[in-house]
């Protein structure tokens, strides 16, 4: 089965600070992996994704991840946060339509806190 | 490109009503959409997948006579909540597969549903 895990629930940093949210992962085959933004009361905003090949991806907003097979991560960072960067971050992890069904599985979030 | 709308963004309703939620998939055709439940401060969980033209598929747990999915173009799915109880006010988000080699979920806007 697969699974997500963001291992820090809750992260402050302060504004030009640099930002890594941790995900790790655990699939059976090759996976997909996703970095997700949601604000207060908002859907989700796709922020990258990773497939194959190079595995330091680059998103929108400034926003990177790195794919680690070895460490089975997928952290996701930024060198300059902010303030409009505070929102929930969910990473997730799935696969093609047949070796999935195309399921996604989430993380259970990062909240991030930006001070100014 | 690939936005996904949902309407309406927000329903109050009385105890004992059935409330429908529509997904729609405005600039590509989406053979394969899903069903969300978010609580506060958690993570998303999938209710049910829903393909066109067929019968959607139920995660366990989820009652399928309560949660009506009808998939019946490639841009449009609708959810309703049949004789809603307080306890099915929640946040409801869909997303829509962009399928193709490189699948990935596109989601809505969330509808907040409060049921009195």
């Known amino acids: 089965a697969q699974s997500v895990t963001q291992p820090d629930i809750h992260i402050t940093v302060s504004e030009g600070a640099s930002l890594e949210l941790r995900c790790n992962y655990s699939y059976g085959a090759t996976p997909y992996l996703f970095w997700y933004v949601q604000s207060p009361g908002q859907g989700l905003q796709l922020l990258l994704k990773y497939f194959s090949g190079d595995t330091l991806v680059q998103g929108i907003k400034g926003f990177e991840a790195e794919f680690k097979r070895s460490q089975s991560s997928f952290n996701l960072r930024k060198p300059s946060v902010h303030w409009s960067d505070a929102a929930e971050y969910f990473c997730?992890?799935?696969?093609?339509?047949?070796?999935?069904?195309?399921?996604?599985?989430f993380g259970e979030g990062t909240q991030l806190t930006v001070n100014p | 490109g690939a936005v996904v709308s949902q309407h309406p963004s927000r329903v109050i309703c009385k105890s004992g009503t059935s409330v429908k939620i529509e997904c729609r998939s405005l600039d590509f055709q989406a053979t394969t959409m899903f069903w969300y439940r978010q609580f506060p401060k958690q993570s998303l969980m999938l209710m049910a997948t829903?393909?066109?033209?067929?019968?959607?598929?139920?995660e366990q747990g989820v009652e399928k006579d309560k949660f009506l999915i009808n998939h019946a173009s490639l841009t449009l799915s609708t959810l309703t909540v049949t004789s809603a109880h307080p306890e099915d006010s929640s946040f409801y988000i869909c997303?829509?597969?962009?399928?193709?080699?490189?699948?990935?979920?596109?989601f809505g806007p969330g509808t907040r549903l409060l049921v009195l």
């Open positions: 829903s393909n066109e033209g067929s019968k959607a598929t139920y």
């Open positions: 997730a992890v799935g696969g093609s339509k047949e070796t999935s069904g195309s399921r996604l599985t």
């Open positions: 997303s829509a597969r962009q399928g193709g080699k490189r699948e990935t979920q596109y």
